[in-house]
């Protein structure tokens, strides 16, 4: 059983940077898939960045690319999401998942059927 937990979310000024942090609790080890995805009112939940930590693979979304940074701590177990120049359509709810099931094959992924663990997100609002 795999147990995740968001932190770090918060307001911010466009153009600003917040760091969100995921604490990963039970096994997941270098053949587990990571990710970050947002909801945004009225949307469907999107993958953001995912990476797998058995070789540093990672992906983004378009949208995201150039801006933010999926990277892994696993000394502290602990996924970050590391966001810059924000804009106010970043502003969503986010979402730390994991998988075990897939191991490299299907990893990394910005698709929501390869998660099996999801955390309860945080918010992140992006005035202008």
């Known amino acids: 059983q795999v147990q995740l937990v968001e932190s770090g979310g918060g307001s911010v000024q466009a153009g600003g940077s917040l760091r969100l942090s995921c604490a990963v609790a039970g096994y997941t080890g270098s053949s587990s898939c990571m990710g970050w995805f947002r909801q945004a009112p009225g949307k469907e939940r999107e993958g953001v960045a995912s990476f797998f930590p058995g070789d540093g693979s990672t992906d983004y979304a378009d949208s995201v690319k150039g801006r933010f940074t999926i990277s892994q701590d696993s000394a502290k177990n602990r996924l970050y999401l590391q966001m810059n120049s924000l804009k106010p359509e970043d502003t969503a709810a986010y979402y730390c998942?994991?998988?075990?099931?897939?191991?490299?094959?299907?990893?990394?992924?910005?698709?929501?059927?390869?998660?099996?663990?999801w955390g309860q997100g945080t918010q992140v609002t992006v005035s202008s």
């Open positions: 998942a994991a998988d075990t099931r897939y191991g490299r094959w299907l990893c990394p992924s910005l698709s929501m059927a390869h998660y099996y663990y």
